[in-house]
């Protein structure tokens, strides 16, 4: 069996996530779960297994949106909205100070 290297969290409040690509309209989303290394987006946005994306993920209506660089590492059916899929999602910088930020926002608004 295979085990992940951090523990997944489900928000218990909404957090919504704006997800922008060159050339192409903002879509819109929400997080199905997240942890230090990625998240899981729901989304009725389609996004090819690969693509680099830039993430606005607003945490609580007063923190300011958060932003961050993820790839997209595999996608699913998302289940009870019609035409929505989910998405996993691998952070591109999983160091440094932002990375930081990130977690504390996971830890503290979650």
Avoid at 14 to 27: F, K
Avoid at 67 to 74: C, E, I, N, S, Y
Avoid at 81 to 92: E, H, I, K, T, V
Wanted: proline share 8%; glycine share 10%; aromatic share 6%.
């Amino acid at each position: 069996m295979f085990e992940r290297s951090s523990v997944r969290i489900n928000p218990r409040t909404p957090v919504r996530v704006e997800i922008g690509r060159p050339g192409q309209p903002t879509a819109l989303g929400v997080v199905a779960n997240i942890s230090d290394q990625g998240a899981c987006v729901v989304t009725d946005s389609r996004f090819p297994i690969g693509e680099s994306l830039v993430l606005q993920l607003v945490f609580a209506p007063d923190v300011q949106p958060f932003q961050a660089a993820g790839r997209v590492v595999w996608m699913r059916n998302g289940g009870d909205a019609p035409g929505a899929l989910r998405y996993g999602l691998q952070w591109a910088h999983r160091t440094g100070p932002q990375h930081s930020r990130l977690r504390e926002l996971i830890t503290e608004k979650i």
